[in-house]
C-alpha cells in the first residue's frame, strides 16, 4: 500500500487518515498535517488507522505525546482502528485517556450530536446522552464555550437521558461550578437515573449544585 496521509474535516474534530507506514519516516508529514489542522482551528484530532500497515514504538511515543498537547488546550485525540489486534497493542501501550474506536461511524455515534444545547432568556440547558464520560468532555466544553458566548452564567445540566457519569464527568462540573460561581453564575442538575443521583450523592456534589426531579420544578424555583 502507498503511504500517504489525507484529511476530512468533521465538525467536532480534523480527521488525518493515515496510509501505509505510521514510524519514524512518516513522523514528519502526519506533524506537519497535525499544525495544518491546528492552523484551522481545530482542537480535536482524530488519526485515522484503519488502512495503516505497521506502526513502530516511535509513532507510539508521538500519540502519546500529542494527547498531552492537545490536553493543554482543552482538546483530544480519538484513534480509529479497525483491526482488533491493533487495539490492544494500543491499550498495552497508550494511555487510557486516548479512546480507540472500530470505525468513524462509532466515533460519530459517541461523540457528535450526543450533546445538546437549548438556550433560553436567562439560563442554557446541556442535555447528555448515554455515558457522561471522557469521550464526552470535548463537546461539553464546546457547549459551554457556546453559551458563555452569548452571555448567560447560569448553567442547567439535563441528565434525564444520561446513563451514568465517570470521574471525569464529575471533575468536569467541579470546575464549571466553580467558573460561574466566579461569574455571579450557578449550575443547576435536572434529573438521572439512580446511579446517576448516586453518583452525584457519592462524590457530594449535591450538597452544593442544586438538583431538581423535573424542568418544572426548576422552573418554579427559578421564577420564585
Known amino acids: 500500500m502507498e503511504n500517504k496521509i489525507t484529511f476530512t474535516d468533521k465538525d467536532e474534530y480534523q480527521v488525518i487518515n493515515i496510509f501505509g507506514m505510521f514510524g519514524s519516516k512518516s513522523l514528519f508529514s ?26 513502530d514504538n516511535s509513532a507510539l511515543t508521538y500519540m502519546s505525546d500529542l494527547q498531552k498537547e492537545l490536553e493543554k488546550i482543552n482538546g483530544m485525540l480519538y484513534i480509529v482502528a479497525a483491526v482488533e489486534k491493533t487495539n490492544s497493542l494500543f491499550r498495552k501501550y497508550l494511555p487510557e485517556t486516548i479512546p480507540v474506536y472500530s470505525s468513524i ?8 450530536r450526543f450533546v445538546q444545547v437549548e438556550n433560553n432568556n436567562n439560563y442554557s440547558i446541556i442535555k447528555i446522552f448515554n455515558d457522561f464520560d471522557l469521550k464526552k468532555i470535548p463537546s461539553v466544553r464546546d457547549a459551554v464555550i457556546e453559551i458563555t458566548s452569548i452571555g448567560h452564567k447560569n448553567i442547567v445540566f439535563d441528565f434525564s437521558p444520561t446513563i ?3 470521574s471525569c464527568g464529575l471533575g468536569l462540573l467541579i470546575n464549571m461550578y466553580k467558573i460561574l460561581q466566579n461569574e455571579k453564575g450557578n ?3 435536572v434529573g438521572g437515573n439512580e446511579d446517576v443521583i448516586k453518583t452525584l ?9 442544586k438538583h431538581f426531579n423535573s424542568f418544572a420544578d426548576f422552573e418554579q424555583d427559578i421564577i420564585q
Open 164 to 166: 451514568s457519569i465517570s
Open 201 to 209: 450523592k457519592m462524590a457530594k456534589l449535591l450538597k452544593i449544585i
Open 105 to 112: 461511524h462509532e466515533l460519530d455515534k459517541k461523540i457528535n
Open 30 to 55: 502526519i506533524k506537519k498535517s497535525i499544525e495544518i489542522a491546528r492552523a484551522k482551528g481545530f482542537t480535536n484530532i482524530t488519526l485515522n488507522l484503519t488502512d495503516t500497515t505497521f506502526i
Open 187 to 189: 449550575l443547576y442538575v
